[in-house]
């Protein structure tokens, strides 16, 4: 055979042979958990690169968990909340947390409800608010997306006819794309070390990337990092919201969850997520506290006029003891907070306090349920907390 | 469609060049027809209505080229007249498409004018087809190119490899080449045309496009008036123009290595531009095919018409030891600051552009300016050359990359912005995670004014290593064309009479380890059309 002609054959010989191996090694290893592949240990039992792509990897995992319970909410409850805990009542069992990080919003909230229900056995639903998310807007939803398009209900909660198409397109990423075979390879690598972030069977995380930070640059460099983000975040929410009249954007999506919820059975329990007395600060600075306020209030109205007996709010966004609980100075990278590992962030304790307060369970007394009787004295409550608070602050003591 | 799809891979290439080499067996104008077609339905995909724009204006050229030849020797007022025609018609064609927008923002802001802005979509690369259009008709008329026929024509402007992003050809180079095309399968012309398509893949998709998502939310940063720290606006400018580097080069390997599928050789457009050591060799190694266009069609005349007038007025010309300032201003600089405006504005429609062009126009005339000074300072070149080749690299390098700031930013002001970070004008910080982990380097660089940052850290991580890794690839390894030199991969490329080291380990051959390690690189590309993605030159 001619060099040039035995060059090709070589070439592409190899090119069949190398591209089975990628494959072969994405499936058995799966680091998005899309086909469910074993977990075997020391191999690819965590996976830390399923965080980057939670809209695929939950689609295809609440398929195969099939919960009686799901958990929705951001990042903060993806990290903070556990599906797996004892606290959880036998009858809400098994629990998946369906949470998404980065981009949440109350369009996502009902896709992913809705894909939770089509699942078969869904009972009940634990929704927990960011009331940042009630302060912008949200576009109209858009033509689908990928990650509209693998759900098993379309948005208006027909069967989805494109998810066929979606399926094969995602087989294809999760098999035969450079970033699902270096995403394998982190899987491996990863597999050794302290602690690796996961995305686990039933949706919940490991608190890895948070646990790495505190432990090397200390807690208050999270806190720190935090402060620059609301210190910049708050003042455009305050300005977008200036000229604002009426009902806060998006509580229509909370109208449509409760609609879907009662329709399908559904026993729903809204909560807004705690958020660390820090980061309230910037919003009261910001001059938003009356929005949160008003927030609060709508909801609480809405949830009455909607949801009747089926659904409960409650308030975890205040001024208590674990909101408030103090922050190392940054020359201190010893010390561990508790209950949060930023100000945005609570850690998996706090989610478990929250968990048996919201299924009747002793628990120490943090938040409240909220109703259109309750929601004013709430109000006053917290703005006597935070007057307490602040009067905590010795160098400035006392300031409004 | 684009190179890097798994349409054009997996579809259109296998098809087209299945059909070529079939029809070729029986008849060669077949198999060339063939590929027309291709090209027509390559270029249409994208959006059909881009055929019924540049079709008429094919047939319109052709009429002119026709016409230019008839009249050509008989009447040179009238031939002269149809070439100026024809260059302002391909112009007004350009002009419209690309321009119009653009001058109607400038009448609005400059005379508050009113326009009501249109937003025209541009034929997908019309500036490199009006280029070559114009420079078919100057040869048509200078007598350069005599045989013609309106099959030839068409393939010359539509063959795909080529049409959207150059390398911009010549007739003269190309339609040889295509008369003796064997149009049968060649083992050796597909396996350099494998080997030159997929590393250039390689280049485009493993390489150039990661560091796209670090660099553009700087220049958006930018664009909204944040200012940019000193590591953030070096990131911008170095990664973009790594990015910029390895995406057009790689399409022009990908094209040179298209175009040997068919047994044709494209002209150079890239030899690693960033190890030059002065601007001028600068632009001998970047777009090589551009800098020929405008030398030989716009500079060339230009200084010509110029020197004539000088010679008729008796002033003294430019050359050698005796060069006057006016001549060389008027000889060297105006040409060169007209032509890289030109080039600018050919880059695209936006004061950036222009902006960019004039900058790299006046490093020409400084870089030649000194080539006229220097041997009355330095007399002896030899160690003159030894001493300052690595100065002339440094300054050569950090000139191309401040320039490339201007190049990519949305606005000429973004730019500014970009360099004011470049100088440290809005302060210098690293992020506190960092600082605490490189030991006693933290306390150094706080010391040189370095401030933390409560920023997470992996952002410059990953951007130092790959702009380090990018940088090492880009100046010391060989490029494409040195390693395949042996084959000519472009038109006119040899072998290096005594090749570096490197070149000489990296030299490819038909080994069955080359297979090999072009499997891996192909994989690798192949594996990366997922995260499908334009080439920075199809804009413009």
Same mark, same amino acid.
């Given at each position: 055979?001619? %060099?040039?002609?035995?060059?090709? =054959? ?5 090119? &069949? ?11 058995? +290893? ?12 020391? +191999? ?85 608010? $960011? ?51 270096? $995403? ?15 995305? *686990? ?33 708050? %003042? ?11 009902? &806060? ?11 879907? @919820? ?29 929005? +949160?306020? *008003? ?10 006029? $909607? ?24 020359? $201190? ?51 006597? *907390?935070? *007057?307490?608070?602040? @009067? ?5 003591? =006392?300031?409004? | ?11 259109? !290439? ?70 100026? #025609? ?50 078919? !008709? ?163 005349? !230009? ?42 504005? /050919? ?8 902006? /960019? ?34 100065? #002339? ?120 380890? /080359? ?26």
């Amino acid at each position: 055979m001619q %060099p040039y002609a035995r060059f090709l =054959c070589v070439w592409f010989a190899a090119l &069949l042979v190398l591209a089975f191996c990628v494959a072969a090694l994405n499936f058995a +290893i799966d680091p998005y958990d899309v086909f469910g592949s074993p977990r075997v240990a020391g +191999i690819n039992a965590q996976k830390p690169r399923a965080r980057d792509h939670s809209m695929l990897t939950k689609a295809y995992q609440i398929e195969r968990f099939r919960p009686a319970t799901v958990l929705l909410g951001s990042s903060r409850v993806h990290i903070g909340v556990d599906a797996s805990g004892p606290e959880w009542p036998a009858a809400m069992q098994p629990v998946y947390n369906y949470a998404i990080p980065g981009s949440y919003n109350t369009t996502l909230m009902l896709a992913t409800l809705q894909q939770a229900a089509a699942t078969g056995r869904l009972a009940h639903a634990v929704i927990f608010l $960011d009331f940042q998310n009630f302060f912008v807007p949200e576009a109209p939803p858009g033509p689908p997306n990928e990650d509209d398009r693998r759900l098993l209900l379309d948005p208006s909660g027909n069967a989805n006819a494109l998810r066929g198409y979606q399926r094969l397109d995602d087989g294809f990423l999760a098999l035969m794309t450079m970033g699902a075979l270096s $995403d394998s390879v982190a899987t491996i690598l990863s597999q050794h070390a302290a602690l690796t972030l996961d995305i *686990q069977p039933d949706g919940a995380s490991t608190d890895a990337d948070f646990v790495n930070i505190a432990r090397g640059d200390g807690t208050s460099s999270l806190f720190a990092q935090k402060r620059v983000f609301e210190a910049n975040r708050t %003042p455009v929410l305050a300005r977008g919201l200036a000229a604002w009249t009426g009902p &806060l954007p998006n509580l229509g999506r909370v109208a449509d969850v409760i609609a879907f @919820c009662r329709r399908r059975g559904i026993a729903l329990t809204l909560a807004i997520a705690p958020t660390h007395a820090e980061a309230l600060e910037f919003y009261w600075r910001a001059g938003l506290w009356p929005r +949160i306020e *008003q927030f609060k209030t709508e909801l609480a109205e809405l949830v009455a006029r $909607d949801g009747a007996e089926g659904v409960k709010l409650w308030d975890f966004s205040d001024y208590s003891s674990f909101t408030t609980e103090p922050v190392p100075p940054v020359s $201190d990278r010893k010390t561990q907070t508790t209950w949060f590992w930023e100000p945005s962030h609570f850690k998996k304790p706090l989610g478990h306090i929250m968990i048996r307060r919201m299924t009747g369970q002793a628990a120490p007394e943090f938040g409240a349920l909220l109703t259109p009787e309750t929601v004013a004295e709430r109000n006053r409550q917290i703005r006597a *907390q935070r *007057q307490a608070y602040i @009067c905590l602050d010795t160098a400035n003591p =006392c300031k409004s | 469609m684009l190179f890097n799809s798994y349409a054009f891979i997996f579809g259109f !290439l296998p098809l087209t060049l299945a059909g070529f080499w079939v029809l070729g067996h029986r008849r060669r104008d077949w198999a060339l027809l063939w590929l027309t077609a291709a090209s027509l339905v390559f270029y249409a995909w994208w959006r059909p209505i881009n055929v019924l724009l540049i079709a008429p204006s094919i047939l319109i050229n052709y009429a002119l080229s026709l016409a230019l030849r008839r009249t050509g020797e008989d009447s040179p007022a009238l031939a002269r007249a149809l070439l100026i #025609g024809g260059i302002v018609f391909n112009l007004c064609f350009l002009g419209y498409f690309k321009y119009l927008t653009f001058l109607q923002g400038t009448a609005n802001d400059l005379f508050d004018a009113g326009f009501t802005l249109t937003h025209l979509i541009l034929p997908l690369g019309i500036s490199f087809i009006t280029f070559q259009k114009i420079a078919f !008709l100057v040869d048509v008329h200078a007598g350069r190119v005599k045989e013609f026929t309106f099959r030839n024509y068409a393939l010359f402007v539509l063959f795909f490899p080529q049409l959207v992003a150059g390398p911009i050809v010549h007739y003269r180079e190309m339609m040889p080449q295509f008369a003796v095309a064997p149009c049968r399968f060649s083992a050796e012309n597909a396996a350099i045309g494998v080997s030159l398509f997929f590393m250039g893949l390689f280049k485009k998709l493993v390489l150039a496009d990661p560091l796209s998502r670090l660099v553009a939310p700087l220049y958006a940063q930018a664009a909204a008036g944040t200012p940019l720290t000193l590591t953030d606006a070096w990131i911008a400018a170095l990664g973009f123009t790594l990015q910029i580097y390895f995406d057009f080069s790689g399409y022009s390997d990908m094209a040179l290595g298209l175009a040997r599928f068919f047994g044709i050789k494209l002209p150079v457009n890239f030899n690693s531009p960033l190890k030059s050591s002065s601007i001028i060799d600068f632009w001998l190694r970047w777009h090589v095919s551009l800098t020929r266009f405008l030398t030989a069609y716009l500079y060339n005349p !230009l200084t010509l018409n110029l020197t004539r007038r000088r010679v008729a007025q008796g002033k003294p010309l430019f050359g050698g030891r005796n060069t006057t300032l006016s001549a060389f201003v008027w000889l060297l600089a105006m040409p060169t600051l007209l032509t890289m405006l030109i080039s600018g504005i /050919w880059h695209g429609a936006g004061y950036a552009y222009i902006l /960019w062009g004039l900058l790299h126009g006046l490093l020409l005339v400084v870089n030649h300016g000194w080539r006229v000074l220097r041997p009355r300072i330095f007399l002896d070149a030899k160690s003159y050359n030894r001493a300052m080749k690595p100065v #002339g690299f440094v300054l050569t390098f950090l000139s191309v990359v401040f320039a490339m700031a201007m190049f990519r930013a949305p606005t000429a002001g973004s730019a500014v912005t970009i360099w004011q970070g470049m100088i440290g004008m809005f302060g210098a910080t690293l992020p506190e995670a960092i600082l605490n982990r490189i030991g006693p380097a933290g306390p150094w660089l706080t010391a040189l004014g370095f401030t933390p940052a409560w920023t997470s850290g992996s952002f410059l991580m990953e951007a130092t290593l790959r702009i380090a890794a990018l940088l090492a690839i880009a100046l010391c390894l060989p490029n494409t064309l040195e390693m395949l030199a042996r084959f000519e991969p472009a038109i006119g490329v040899k072998p290096a009479k005594q090749p570096e080291r490197l070149v000489r380990l990296l030299t490819w051959e038909p080994t069955s380890a /080359w297979a090999l390690t072009l499997a891996v690189v192909t994989l690798a590309g192949v594996l990366s059309l997922g995260e499908l993605s334009e080439f920075l030159y199809w804009q413009f």
